[in-house]
């Protein structure tokens, strides 16, 4: 059923998806603090994993979205995409962790 749902939450509509997911991947893109203003790091994986998830989102309602949500789907897709190639071109690049940060055995 469409309109608000129960104690006026907003409509469970298509652009409520894409929000969820783009959200998720900001996050694991490195784009929010934690609640205590700490950085939280990057997650490639967990980001590609939203990104390829409102890819398949966009790929199965291909006629059945509208104008304005196919063209936001579209442009939501790709800034991900980019910041993605950001972040993962930052984490190759960085330098790997120092020895003697690493935890000693023995």
Same mark, same amino acid.
């Given at each position: 059923a469409r309109g608000?749902? #129960? +104690? &006026?939450?907003? /409509?469970?509509?298509?652009m409520e998806i894409v929000n969820l997911l783009a959200?998720?991947?900001?996050? +694991?893109l490195g784009g929010?603090? &934690?609640?205590? &203003? @700490?950085? =939280?790091?990057?997650? %490639?994986? +967990? *980001?590609r994993h939203y990104i390829d998830l409102l890819d398949v989102l966009q790929k199965k309602t291909v006629g059945n979205a509208s104008t304005e @949500? *196919?063209?936001?789907? /579209?442009a939501v897709l790709y800034e991900l995409r980019m910041q993605f190639?950001? =972040?993962?071109? +930052?984490? #190759? #690049? *960085?330098? %790997?962790?120092?020895?003697?940060?690493?935890?000693?055995h023995g």
């Amino acid at each position: 059923a469409r309109g608000a749902g #129960a +104690a &006026g939450s907003p /409509e469970a509509n298509l652009m409520e998806i894409v929000n969820l997911l783009a959200m998720q991947a900001v996050v +694991a893109l490195g784009g929010y603090q &934690g609640p205590g &203003g @700490e950085r =939280i790091p990057p997650n %490639p994986f +967990a *980001a590609r994993h939203y990104i390829d998830l409102l890819d398949v989102l966009q790929k199965k309602t291909v006629g059945n979205a509208s104008t304005e @949500e *196919a063209q936001t789907l /579209e442009a939501v897709l790709y800034e991900l995409r980019m910041q993605f190639v950001q =972040i993962a071109n +930052a984490v #190759a #690049a *960085a330098p %790997p962790p120092s020895p003697s940060s690493s935890p000693r055995h023995g």
